[in-house]
């Protein structure tokens, strides 16, 4: 079973403007993992990171809808010391503040997968993905591998 780890921009995919195919796409993939997730098909990290993030939303409507799905999660990740040095060593690799935590908690859960939408951490994860101990994809790429789209 999958332990599979959804950051912030993958659950606010489906809030996104679906006018683009990729992202009526990445929507579709994320809403069908969400689904099988909920089924008890793989096991759903979630993190503290997670709801911080979720917090910061300006759009009160936008972050009572993904907090509601960020809640669904089967385990919370709480960030500790160990979290916060990892996630720091990140930032010195490059990746920002956020994704260097969800990275962190991702590795710390002993996640499978990473998924994220967030073109800019897919391209830092691939250049560093010889230290990261989590695998970052894309949802609609690992929902293809794994026959859910």
């Known amino acids: 079973m999958d332990r599979v780890y959804l950051d912030v921009c993958c659950l606010n995919r489906p809030f996104d403007d679906q006018s683009q195919d990729r992202i009526r796409l990445e929507a579709e993939a994320v809403l069908a993992i969400l689904k099988r997730l909920r089924a008890g098909e793989g096991h759903w990290l979630g993190s503290d990171v997670v709801l911080r993030e979720v917090g910061q939303t ?4 936008r972050r009572e809808r993904v907090m509601l799905i960020a809640g669904d999660a089967h385990s ?17 690799l490059g990746f920002r ?11 710390s859960g002993r996640a499978d997968v990473l998924l994220t939408t967030d ?11 010889g230290v990261l101990r989590v695998r970052v994809v894309n949802p609609l790429l690992w929902a293809r591998e794994v026959g859910q789209t």
Request: net charge negative; with cysteine.
């Open 58 to 61: 300006p759009d009160p409507e």
């Open 119 to 129: 073109d800019g951490l897919l391209r830092r994860a691939s250049r560093h993905k």
């Open 76 to 92: 919370r990740l709480a960030v500790g010391e160990a979290e916060g040095a990892r996630a720091r060593e990140l930032q010195l």
């Open 97 to 107: 503040a956020f994704d260097a935590l969800h990275i962190a908690c991702a590795e």
